[in-house]
């Protein structure tokens, strides 16, 4: 098996057509570790953003990681600091924003 850190970013995430912006996708055949996620605001006035875990496995639940959170101006937010995700084959990561001035990085490892 291999371990390989990755980065995915996406810039000036935002509401767009009503549906969240997919920053990640579980690849088949493949356990990825989410070790940090990083919401950067980068409007002069507060954003708010929800991130949303979509499982398509096990009891195939979509569910709030963070909802409606308020980003300050010119600030950055890091949601899962200390904390791990496992996503498993077509999970997704998925970010809403109330406009399109959030940048996202996430940060993970896939075993394969």
């Known amino acids: ?3 390989t850190f ?3 970013t996406k810039s000036s995430v935002g509401v767009g057509s009503g549906s969240p912006s997919t920053i990640y996708t579980a690849p088949s055949s493949t356990t990825t570790i989410v070790l940090a996620l990083l919401l950067a605001n980068k409007h002069s006035s507060a ?3 929800t991130v949303i875990l979509s499982s398509n496995t ?5 569910v709030h ?3 409606d959170v308020s980003i300050s101006q010119n600030c950055s937010l890091e949601i899962m ?3 791990k995700y496992v996503l498993e084959t077509t999970d ?3 970010v809403y924003a109330d ?3 959030l940048d996202v990085t996430l940060s993970y490892m896939e075993i394969t």
């Open 58 to 62: 096990g009891t195939n639940a979509d």
């Open 81 to 83: 600091a200390g904390q």
């Open 6 to 8: 990755k980065v995915s």
């Open 92 to 94: 997704l990561i998925q």
């Open 65 to 67: 990681i963070i909802k």
């Open 1 to 3: 098996m291999a371990n």
């Open 47 to 49: 954003v708010s953003a």
């Open 99 to 101: 406009n399109a001035n």
